[in-house]
């Protein structure tokens, strides 16, 4: 199917009666005055608001995953303090005057961050409507032209218009149950000198296996987590020619947890009483983030 059909039968999302009634009210925000963006640790934006609009209609568009975001006087307090992930990869990378992409980019949180870079352009992926209203949103504010979001998936970036720089996929590898397809997938989409920063949760040992669990911290949706060496075996299958180590970090729950700003339980009921363990049993979650390149 040509991606001009694609992004056609994406579209058809913002009919269903659960997206409809929040696009419309996100398209129909009234244009306030913006005296400053700062792309910090907070994404924060102030200037003359409807505070009280504002906050109503931020909560309507809850879950907030990633963040967080302040507009005026509305902290949305996201289940993520992404931030977390993003400094620790920032001393690692150079985007200016870069194409870029963010492969499961959710509300854009890591995108806005980029613009500070000075990217040539940042295009996000993500098929779920709604996190491009989210993205939507807060760009009603932003207003940024650099960054461009597509309601496609990794699937689509073999075929993409352009090829990128850099492809940044965070959190996404264990979702796939063909993860060597997929990083096959990424390395389609690069420039003849590109690179994909990648993050992945690992378990720990020195042999080349993966844990193959039937749920994990209560995900039915992690198929595979494999060892360090295990990874750089898939990445070398995919024929990415350098795997680049660049940091291993737990995730715990200063870095996600519970706020008013999602629905449903986070990384504190996923895990056993004492946090050694996912409540399966299974060992916590570490993630490794690496740099491939072509």
Known sequence: MQLDKIREEKLKQYSFKNIAPLKDMVDNLPKFRVDSVKFADVVEIDGEFDNKMIYQVAKKLMPWRKGPFRIGQTFIDSEWQSFIKYNLLQKHIDLTDKLVADVGCNNGYYMFRMLTQNPK??????????????FDFINHFVRSDKIIYELLGV??????????????????????????????????????????????????????????????????????????????????????????????????????????????????????????????????????????KV
Not at 121 to 134: E, T, Y
């Open 121 to 134: 352009m940042v295009v996000g992926f993500d098929p779920m409507a709604i996190f491009k209203i989210q």
């Open 155 to 292: 699937e689509h970036i073999p075929m993409y218009e352009k090829k990128f720089d850099t492809i940044f996929c965070l959190g996404v590898l264990y979702h796939r149950s063909d993860p060597i397809s997929m990083l096959k997938q990424l390395k389609q989409g690069l420039s003849s000198n590109g690179e994909a920063i990648i993050d992945t949760f690992i378990i720990e040992g020195d042999d080349e296996i993966a844990l193959t669990p039937k749920r994990y911290a209560k995900m039915r949706n992690v198929y595979f987590i494999p060892t360090i060496k295990a990874l750089q075996n898939w990445a070398e299958i995919a024929k990415f020619k350098d795997f680049e180590l660049l940091e291993v970090k737990a995730t715990d729950t200063k870095e996600q947890r519970k706020t008013e700003w999602i629905d449903g339980e986070s990384l504190n009921n996923f895990l056993n009483e004492d946090g050694s363990k996912t409540i399966e049993g299974y060992p916590p979650p570490i993630r490794a983030y690496v740099r491939l």
